[in-house]
């Protein structure tokens, strides 16, 4: 739930997928919208996003002395809260409520540690959806399914969204509640908030976060997350809570954090339900591309009925036309050597939780999984890979030197470096998907 506010944080997904397959999820990538990793690219293109870890993992405690730095930055930090209780006091928080909300909290290094060394994401396509849909995870969402079918039947028949759906989310965000996180979310938030990197956007989510203590949802030190504040079974940040989260038992309470997930799992529904998810119908569906398709029309911009995709010669993978399900757009998240996708108005929806293309089409297709469905069928160019930051901006600055002008080296794949991409395919007779790879890059060199 990304509150319109796509801030590009490049980070690394595998860090998400801790300690086991079943743990995976990218990352960004994987949290409600509303967050600060929500990544895009600037192109609305199929390149795939990066995603920042806001996984939560287990810390171990270990003794060590405080660090000089650390009492300084303690004390610092006491004051900001002097300061901040007035803004929080002008927003409608009580005394008593804040005063519960940050007794004994000190500073936390290890959340700015956290911030601080997201490293850049570059792994591809395949290697996070071999984690984040592997066979361990299917077989545990199809557990969690069965048993979870009743009240999962129930949340469907009230919110209009597939129940496969639902647990993917709850998957890919928590491994079905295994992974909640166990950091204080108030004192991440005022660390964060503190901070002042990303300040006013942390800010923003403390005085959310105060407000679901002063109604009463969960009491301080029992409401834990990710060291970002992403909470509960799906990873709600607190303004994002404030807006959807729902009481599905009736007991007055919207209890994300409970060891029975049906709050947390009716509010994922909710919150789909609100930005139009269309029950029955698939995000997407893997389609086969004619030989000499025009590689221009793989664009989230471009949108066209199944029908006219099929007048194009794209076809569904079986080779028959794709049903109606509405206008797709053709989604190419490796390029023209891997799978291609025709995408639906459901996929925009799964967007609204996590920006990242990955992502979307990691809840996607372990939903589809679940159901029973195929694994993706095309095989993906796995001795090929995504660039770093600094590789596109040497992508940017040969293909420039070669006369395939990108109007800029800053390292963003946008509509320009795609069309500079496109042009060097054509001149050289490659696939001119535009799609800036490692191997296209060592062709430049």
């Known amino acids: 739930m990304r509150c319109r506010m796509r801030v590009l944080v490049l980070a690394s997904v595998m860090a998400c997928l801790v300690a086991t397959q079943s743990v995976a999820a990218p990352a960004m990538s994987l949290r409600p919208e509303g967050r600060p990793d929500g990544v895009a690219t600037d192109s609305g293109n199929y390149q795939t996003a990066a995603v920042t870890a806001l996984r939560p993992t287990a810390r171990p405690v270990v003794a060590t002395a405080i660090a000089p730095q650390t009492v300084a930055a303690n004390r610092d930090f006491q004051n900001w809260i002097k300061g901040f209780r007035k803004r929080a006091v002008a927003q409608g928080i009580t005394h008593r409520t804040l005063d519960r909300a940050f007794r ?252 990242a293309d990955a992502y979307v089409i990691g809840v996607g297709h372990l939903s589809d999984r679940i159901k029973g469905g195929k694994p993706i069928q095309h095989p993906w160019p796995r001795n090929d890979r995504d660039l770093s930051f600094a590789e596109r901006q040497e992508l940017q600055k040969r293909l420039t030197q070669q006369g395939f002008n990108t109007q800029g080296v800053d390292g963003r794949v946008g509509p320009n470096t795609i069309a500079a991409v496109r042009a060097y395919q054509v001149a050289n007779g490659l696939v001119p998907d535009g799609h800036p790879s490692l191997s296209l890059l060592k062709k430049l060199r």
């Not at 399914?145 to 129930?154: F, G, N």
């Not at 108005?345 to 799964?350: A, E, L, M, P």
Request: hydrophobic residues 40%.
């Open 104 to 355: 004994s909290v000190t500073y936390d290094p290890e959340v700015i540690r956290r911030d601080r060394n997201q490293s850049e994401f570059t792994k591809s396509i395949w290697d996070y959806l071999d984690t984040a849909v592997s066979d361990k995870r299917i077989k545990n969402g199809k557990k969690a399914l069965r048993a979870q079918r009743r009240r999962l039947q129930q949340i469907e028949a009230t919110y209009g969204v597939d129940k496969e759906v639902v647990v993917a989310v709850w998957g890919m965000e928590s491994s079905y509640g295994t992974y909640r996180g166990d950091m204080d979310v108030i004192r991440s938030l005022s660390t964060l908030a503190f901070d002042g990197r990303r300040g006013r956007f942390f800010e923003s989510q403390l005085i959310a976060a105060l407000k679901i203590l002063q109604a009463g949802d969960v009491p301080p030190r029992k409401m834990t997350g990710s060291w970002a504040g992403a909470m509960g079974h799906t990873q709600f940040i607190p303004t994002s809570y404030l807006a959807y989260a729902v009481d599905f038992t009736g007991d007055g309470k919207r209890d994300i954090w409970s060891d029975n997930p049906s709050d947390a799992l009716a509010s994922t529904a909710a919150y789909l339900a609100r930005f139009g998810w269309v029950k029955g119908q698939p995000w997407g569906v893997e389609v086969k591309l004619p030989r000499g398709f025009n590689y221009g029309l793989a664009s989230r911009k471009i949108k066209k009925s199944p029908a006219q995709w099929s007048a194009l010669g794209v076809k569904g993978i079986n080779g028959r036309p794709v049903p109606n399900y509405g206008s797709g757009s053709i989604l190419l998240p490796a390029g023209g050597n891997g799978a291609a996708f025709m995408v639906f108005k459901n996929f925009q929806v799964i967007e609204r939780y996590n920006a």
